[in-house]
Structures are given as structure tokens and as C-alpha cells.
């Protein structure tokens, strides 16, 4: 049974940051990438971030410059550190990981930025 158990999100005040972590356990072989989608009221669930486990990352044109996604291969945990935070950045965050098989979602997490 693979899990990812997500944490971080939160309120804040325009400008400052937050960092979301999402671990998934259980095993999962054959990883594609892992990454954030997030979506906010009224508009479509986007891709936010992602990152293969060959490194390569990719971001959407809102986040990048303030945005960093990385990850710990061996422990199957992708990070997401949110700098310069916008209130347009409020959504649902949800974190994932796909393999070759199948793809598996966080519970997903709020981040609400204040103006």
C-alpha cells in the first residue's frame, strides 16, 4: 500500500514562505517523477512542479524564481519550498509520485496567502 503523507501548508502573509514535504511509503519501483499539482477555487488543477529522479525539473511559468521542488531518492520524498508567496499561490496542493504503473496522490494540503 503506498501512502504519501504530506505536511507543511499553511497561512501566510504575502511575501513570505513555506515549505510543504510529502514522503510516500510503501514500495514503488520504476519512478518517473514526483511533484506538486495544486488547485484554487474557481480554476482548473494545474501542474505546479516536478522533478524525474534523474533530476530534471520543471515548473510552471507562475512559480518560477520562487519555487524550488527537490527530492531524497531514497526515501521517496519530494519537497516544495515556497518563497516570495502571492495570494493567486492559494490553492489545494497536492503532492505526488508516478512510476511507470500508476500514480499516487497526497491528501493535499491548503496554502492560503493573505494580501
Sequence with gaps: QVQLVESGGGLVQAGGS??????????IFSIVDMGWDRQAPGKQRELVARITFGGTTNYTNSVKGRFTISRDNAKNTVYLQMN??????????????????????????QVTVSS
Excluded: I
Excluded at 503532492?95 to 491528501?107: K, M, S
Design 18 to 27: 513555506l515549505r510543504l514535504s510529502c514522503a510516500a511509503s510503501g514500495s
Design 84 to 109: 516570495s508567496l502571492k495570494p493567486e499561490d492559494t490553492a489545494v496542493y497536492y503532492c505526488y509520485v508516478r512510476n511507470v504503473r500508476a500514480a499516487y496522490w497526497g491528501q493535499g494540503t
